[in-house]
C-alpha cells in the first residue's frame, strides 16, 4: 500500500508564496498521475492541478492559472505546487491525491476519479 504524505501551507497575506509538497511513499511517481485538490469552507473539492510526471503533462483549474506552478522530482519521489500571488480565495483545505495509470491525469482533476487521498493541509490567505 503506497501512501501520500503531505507538507507545506500555513498562513500568508494576499500577494505571497507557498510550496505545497506531496511524496510519494512505497511506489513510483511515474506510475501515477498526482494532483492537488482544494476545498474551501462550505465548498466542493475541487481539482486545481495535476500533473502526469511520465511525461510531464498537467492541467490547471483556470482560477490558477499563471499563478500556480506543479512539478514532479523523480529523486525525490515527490510533487510540489509553487503557489504564487495568492489570494483570499485561494483559502482552504489543500489535498494532495492520485490515481494510475498517469494517462488518466484529467479524469483525475476533472472528474475526482482518485486512487489515494493525502491528509490534507490547511492554507490561510488573509492580511
Known amino acids: 500500500q503506497y501512501r501520500l504524505v503531505e507538507s507545506g501551507g500555513g498562513l500568508v497575506q494576499p500577494g505571497g508564496s507557498l510550496t505545497l509538497s506531496c511524496a510519494i511513499a512505497?511506489?513510483?511517481?511515474?506510475?501515477?498521475?498526482i494532483g492537488w485538490f482544494r476545498q474551501a469552507p462550505g465548498k466542493e473539492r475541487e481539482g486545481v492541478s495535476c500533473?502526469?510526471?511520465?511525461?510531464?503533462?498537467?492541467y490547471y483549474d483556470d482560477s490558477v492559472k499563471g499563478r500556480f506552478t506543479i512539478s514532479g522530482d523523480v529523486a525525490k519521489n515527490t510533487v510540489y505546487l509553487q503557489m504564487n500571488n495568492l489570494k483570499p480565495e485561494d483559502t482552504g483545505v489543500y489535498y494532495c491525491?492520485?490515481?494510475?495509470?498517469?494517462?488518466?491525469?484529467?479524469?483525475?482533476?476533472?472528474?475526482?476519479?482518485?486512487?489515494?487521498w493525502g491528509q490534507g493541509l490547511q492554507v490561510n490567505v488573509s492580511s
Open positions: 491525491a492520485a490515481t494510475t495509470p498517469a494517462a488518466l491525469l484529467l479524469d483525475l482533476c476533472t472528474k475526482r476519479e482518485v486512487d489515494l
Open positions: 512505497g511506489t513510483h511517481l511515474n506510475y501515477y498521475a
Open positions: 500533473i502526469a510526471n511520465s511525461d510531464r503533462k498537467t
